[in-house]
Each structure stands twice: as C-alpha cells, then as structure tokens.
C-alpha cells in the first residue's frame, strides 16, 4: 500500500528565512504533484513532476524529484508572509489508474512577518 | 473562464436525509474525481471518473454514489447520511495528459446531525 509522509506537519517561521519541506513514499510512482491550500480555500496546483531529477521553479518555491529515494523536497527561499498556506504532496498509486492519487497530511507553513 | 463548481457550499443536514452535491467543470476534461478532506489525514479519494459512464472506486466510497452521465457533470450522493460524513468535500478535475494537474472546486462543507 502506497504511503505518503510529509515532513514537518507544522511550520513557523520568519520572513527572509529558507526552509523545506519533505515528501516521501513509500512504493514506486510516475508522478508527483504538489499542491497548495490557503485557510478555507481550494486547492492550487504548485508543480507537476515527471521524472528522476525533475526540478521546477516558482517565484521562491522549488521543488524536485528523486525517485530512487522516493523522496520530492519543496524549498523555499527568503520566505515572505503570502506563502503562508497549507502544501500538500500527492502521488499517482501504483497499480491503479492514473488518476487515483495518494495524498500526504499537508505541511502548514506560516511565515511570521 | 475555466473553472470547477460545486452546490451548495455549506450544507446541514440529519442523518439518513438524502442529498446531493453537484459539480461541474467546462474545461471539457475526461477526469474528475471527489475528495473529502479532514484535519490531519489530507484528501481522501471517494470517487472517480475516468470519462463519462465510467467510474470507479477510490479510497473511501463507502456511503457514496456517483454517476457521470455527461462529461461535465459529476455529482456525488449520500443515500443515508451519517455525522461521520460530516466533512469538506472538493470535486475535481483533469485533462487525460500526463502533465496535466487537476483543478479543484471550492469545497462543500457537509454537517450531519
């Protein structure tokens, strides 16, 4: 059974800062996708990654891919009060079709000006 | 504009009162899916459609029913409503390319008394 683990869960932090955030799981998969939720809103696509090495860059986030580790990173860089939000992870299941995806519990990042 | 809906967006209800959540997309997408999310487990699938007619199960459908009888519709019914249902629920979807993400709609948020 596919698991997906994000590290850490909950997230303070100063603005100007770097950190970042962890997704691991825990079977082989395609695609990887991260997403992200502002308080009581929808859910905003951030990245879509396809492949070992995948790397794409928005603004102050970036995020990669090493599927050898099963493991994608979302960094962020010299942080600033509008990326407070909740990120998620997700990873297409092995085995099913290519749309069901697993989900990790969100990291909730806020940033403190 | 391309966009995900969904109704009603807030939703008391009684136990064992049927209703039904709608949700359409006009981005002619073959894929879409429902999600229930609570704190701390991330989004759960309930259902999918990989195009019109066809559905399938996701990770937790018990208590759930699906139909997709036109590409842009897919509504999700509760037969006998119970407070475990009691969630945020987000309809979605996606073109069937590999590089595509998913578009969420905003959320309905269900209470069941």
């Known amino acids: 059974e596919l698991k997906v683990e994000q590290n850490p869960l909950f997230l303070s932090m100063q603005e100007g800062k770097n950190y970042t955030i962890y997704c691991n799981y825990s079977t082989t998969s395609d695609r990887l996708y991260w997403y992200r939720q502002d308080p009581g809103k929808s859910l905003e696509s951030l990245f879509v990654?396809?492949?070992n090495g995948a790397v794409k860059q928005e603004g102050r986030l970036m995020a990669s891919l090493d599927t050898k580790a099963r493991l994608s990173t979302l960094h962020i860089t010299a942080a600033v009060h509008d990326l407070s939000a909740t990120y998620f992870c997700a990873v297409d299941s092995p085995g099913g079709s290519n749309y069901q995806l697993i989900w990790g519990a969100g990291t909730k990042l806020i940033i403190k000006p | 504009e391309a966009q995900v809906t969904q109704n009603p967006r807030y939703l008391i209800t009684v136990t064992g009162k049927k209703l039904t959540v709608t949700c359409s997309q006009n981005m002619n997408h073959e894929y879409m899916s429902w999600y229930r999310q609570d704190p701390g487990l991330g989004l759960r699938q309930i259902y999918y459609s990989m195009n019109v007619e066809v559905t399938d199960k996701g990770d937790v459908p018990e208590g759930y029913k699906v139909s997709r009888k036109e590409k842009r519709n897919f509504p999700l019914i509760l037969e006998s409503p119970s407070p475990n249902q009691t969630s945020l629920y987000f309809c979605?979807?996606?073109?069937?390319?590999?590089?595509?993400?998913?578009?969420f709609g905003p959320g309905t948020r269900l209470l069941v008394l």
């Open positions: 979605a979807s996606s073109s069937s390319l590999a590089w595509e993400t998913q578009y």
């Open positions: 990654l396809l492949s």
